[in-house]
Each structure stands twice: as C-alpha cells, then as structure tokens.
C-alpha cells in the first residue's frame, strides 16, 4: 500500500505530466489553425466577455476614482492638464495614470507618468517631467 | 468552455499563487485588473486577449507545480522531461517574466491594450513554425514572449540550443531603428543570442529561406550574438 507521501507524489506526477502535455496540445493546436485555435477552447469567443471583464469590480475602483476627481478639480495641475487634454477624453487618460500609479519605483512611476502625459496632451507650454512630477506627488 | 470561466481560474491561480509565488500573484493581478481597459475594437482582439490569457494560466499552472516541489533536485527533475525549448521558457525566460520589474511589465501592457496584434505577421510566423517541424527542428510560441521580449519563436534543431528569433517585412520603415530596438529588448532580457530575421513577401519560397537561416544559426550562431538577417 502507499503511503501518503508517496501518494502526494503520484498525483503531482500526474497533474504536471497532463498540464505540461496540455500546453504542447495548446501549441500543435495554434500551429494547425493559427489564432483560431481559441475556438477549440472556448465557445463564446466573439461574445460580450471583455466587455464585461470588470463589471464586478470596476466601481470598487478607488484609485480611480480618487484620480478622476483629481483631474476634474480645480487643482492647478488638474487645471493645466484638462486645458492641455483639448478635447480628448479624460477617463483614457485617468486609466492609463491609474495603471502607472501602480508602479513602485518612484523614478519609473514618474517616467511612465511623462510618457502617459506626452501621448494624451495635445500642446503643453511647460516640461512634461515636471508636470508628472507634480501629478505624482498630487495623487 | 466559456470565457467567464477563464476569469474564475485565473482568480483561482492568484489565490493559489499567493501562498506559493506572491511575485506571480502579483502579475496575474495586474493582468486581471487591466483586462478591462482592453479596447475589443479591431477583429483580432478577442481570440488574441484569450489565447494570451490561455497561455498564461497554462504556463502559471506549470509553474507552481514546479514551485511546490520539495527540493530543487525535484524541481530540476521537472525541467528534464520537458525539451530545450519548454526547459528554456518554464526555467529561465518565464520566471524573469514573472520577476521583471514593473517598467518592462508596461510595456506589453500598453502593447496589448493598444490592441498590437499583427494578423498577417501572426500567419507568417505560424507558416515557418510549421516547416521548422517539418523538417524536425522545434519551436515554442509564447505571446508573453512576442509582447514583451520581442521574440516570435523560440526555435531549436540538432544541437538542441534554443534560439529567439524575431520576423519582420523588409518593407517597413525604420528597419534598422527596429533592430536596434529588437537588440536592446533582448539584452534588457538577457537572452544571450537572438536572430532578427527580415522577409520580402514579393519574393518566392522566402519561407524556406528563413527557415534554413533559422535552423543553422539554433546550431551554430555563437553566444553574444544578435544577427540581422534581410
């Protein structure tokens, strides 16, 4: 009779045997048919799923939340920002800061901050550094 | 399957990976919460966002088994049964994937939430993948490895030496800027030898031709070097 270590054993012997034998499975099947394979996977492929990802979770959102309020306020950042925003949209713009905001290294927060501001601003008479500069330690 | 359950396992997999690898919790997390801003505008979106994340609960399943494991002795025994290629990817590119830092992390997020996904490229990489094997060499496609490393196929033939190779038009512009820039994300990688292989799709048979290329330098192209093949 087996033991129970020895049965814990088999059964990893077993379940990493069938992953590793799904994940060739996975890609024999993307060689076959491409980007289609995910049909053979999951039927509702072209259904509303990505549109409804986070639906359960988006108004729990404070960071967010808190980064909307931000750039709709009267804050002189805030106030730059929207006049250098045009008329692009700022729920873009706070979702990709929101994003950035998650970074943990302040230097590279800071930078991707920049670049979120270069991509999104129309003009800006001042250095975008700075301005992510001051957004950052704002928010 | 339908979609929603692939939401319900990868929660699953943050919840297991927390306890096993808080690193990887932390990736699939992030994955899960952005997910949402994914544009499902071009065509391609919706297949390519689900085999992306196919892939990761697939690769993220490997993983922690292999994680779990008591010993490294038993770790490493798990890497022997898989081919160069897979041992390449679950034992040394993945696990910088899961630990890259948050920067690099970016920008394949912003890739994929642009929607960067290139149909006619994807079916060109797939025709090379399928000659390589043909002709028994072998390949490994992975998506985290096309948006973040740069790198369309992981290939290898006799000597068993996996090679990151990257596939683009001859025609696009800024092609020796492309290089530089495929060079860097390599190196930033440490991945220590790639191939950067360009086509001219007015030309015939160019797929055998990258095909050959690509089979003689997995064998022979030496360490440290990035070839730009047009």
């Known amino acids: ?139 | 399957m339908q979609a929603k359950e692939i939401k319900d396992k990868l929660k699953l997999l943050i919840e297991q990976a927390s306890a096993i690898d808080p690193q990887l919790s932390k990736r699939l997390d992030e994955i899960n919460r952005w997910i949402k801003y994914i544009r499902p505008g071009s065509l391609t979106a919706k297949p390519f966002v689900l085999a992306f994340l196919l892939e990761v609960i697939t690769d993220s399943t490997i993983w922690l088994i292999i994680q779990s494991l008591p010993s490294e002795a038993a770790r490493q025994a798990k890497f022997n049964q898989m081919t160069p290629n897979e041992s390449y990817w679950y034992s040394y590119l993945f696990p910088k994937w899961i630990n890259s830092t948050d920067a690099k992390f970016y920008i394949w997020k912003k890739k994929m939430m642009a929607g960067e996904f290139n149909q006619f490229d994807g079916d060109i990489i797939k025709s090379i993948a399928q000659d390589i094997e043909r002709r028994e060499g072998k390949i490994w496609q992975r998506y985290i490895a096309d948006l973040s490393m740069a790198t369309d196929l992981i290939v290898s033939n006799h000597q068993q030496k996996p090679l990151c190779i990257q596939v683009t038009s001859v025609s696009e512009e800024f092609h020796e800027q492309k290089y530089e820039k495929w060079q860097n994300a390599l190196q930033l990688w440490e991945i220590d030898r790639g191939l950067f292989l360009s086509y001219n799709p007015g030309e015939s048979d160019f797929i055998n031709q990258l095909v050959n290329v690509a089979l003689y330098n997995s064998d022979h192209l030496a360490e440290g070097k990035y070839l730009n093949f047009s």
Request: charged share 30%.
């Open chain 1, 1 to 139: 009779m087996v033991n129970q270590q020895e049965m814990n054993s088999i059964t990893q012997v077993d379940e990493f045997a069938e992953i590793l034998a799904a994940a060739r499975r996975m890609q024999q099947d993307w060689l076959e048919y491409g980007l289609n394979f995910v049909h053979l996977y999951v039927e509702d492929v072209d259904g509303d799923w990505l549109e409804t990802w986070g639906n359960d979770e988006i108004l729990g959102n404070s960071l967010l939340g808190s980064i909307k309020e931000f750039l709709v306020s009267n804050d002189n950042v805030a106030v730059k920002i929207r006049y250098c925003l045009g008329d692009r949209s700022l729920f873009d713009l706070a979702i990709n800061l929101e994003e950035c905001l998650r970074i943990t290294r302040e230097d590279e927060k800071t930078s991707a901050v920049r670049d979120i501001l270069a991509r999104h601003l129309l003009t800006c008479d001042i250095e975008l550094l700075d301005l992510a500069n001051s957004l950052v330690e704002k928010l």
